[in-house]
């Protein structure tokens, strides 16, 4: 991208693996919007009740790739494109690689089908970097002790399993625009990695927010 626009940084994983807490500090080292699917409009709040509420109504594999991507297109309209636009940078707690992951590995539904889908829902507007936060599953089951499980996390080992595998397939089949981090570090380190990659993608001026 060029000029004044922003960057759109968004960041992946299973549950547990950091996502939210890695998004709040690269967002506040930038200067930059932090944000998050399922959920981040008033239509993607009610839709993540549908999608997510554990005592909910059951959701038709299908109908749940139709809803993220509804989810997505109006977050899309409404949040990240306006601030690319206004020059400022974005930082998103998942985006369009969790279709493909959980859907797609997840549940089985045709790639090429999802990939068509998230392009149009999203008007084709890509991250300029994906970072994968790369937990074993049982680390990150152990993670989320303590709390309600929503729908996705109440889900069966061997789905979350497969999840994390399609994870690394994306990564590994788009190495120029993803960054693969242990997620095993501490917070600290998770971080340094990750503002390494955002430093890298900013060329020779550097991130908005310095190297603080």
Do not use: N
């Given at each position: ?48 009740r549908l999608l ?60 090429d089908d999802l ?98």
């Amino acid at each position: 991208m060029t000029g004044t626009r922003g960057r759109l940084v968004a960041l992946e994983g299973i549950d547990g693996c950091g996502k939210s807490t890695q998004a709040r500090i690269l967002a506040e080292r930038l200067g930059a919007e932090v944000t998050f699917e399922p959920g981040a409009t008033p239509l993607g709040a009610a839709l993540r009740r549908l999608l997510l509420a554990p005592d909910g109504s059951a959701v038709a594999e299908r109908a749940e790739a139709l809803l993220m991507a509804a989810d997505r297109a109006q977050h899309v309209a409404e949040v990240i494109e306006p601030t690319l636009a206004s020059g400022r940078w974005v930082v998103t707690d998942r985006y369009s690689a969790s279709t493909l992951a959980y859907q797609g590995f997840g549940r089985g539904l045709d790639l090429d089908d999802l990939r068509s889908l998230v392009t149009w829902a999203t008007g084709g507007l890509r991250p300029d970097l994906t970072v994968l936060l790369d937990l074993p599953v049982a680390v990150a089951a152990g993670r989320r002790h303590g709390g309600t499980a929503d729908r996705m996390e109440a889900e069966a080992v061997d789905f979350h399993q497969r999840v994390a595998d399609g994870f690394r397939s994306l990564a590994d089949a788009d190495d120029d625009r993803w960054l693969v981090v242990d997620a095993t570090g501490t917070v600290d380190d998770i971080a340094a990695s990750i503002w390494g990659a955002v430093e890298a993608l900013s060329g020779p001026d550097g991130p908005p927010g310095g190297s603080r």
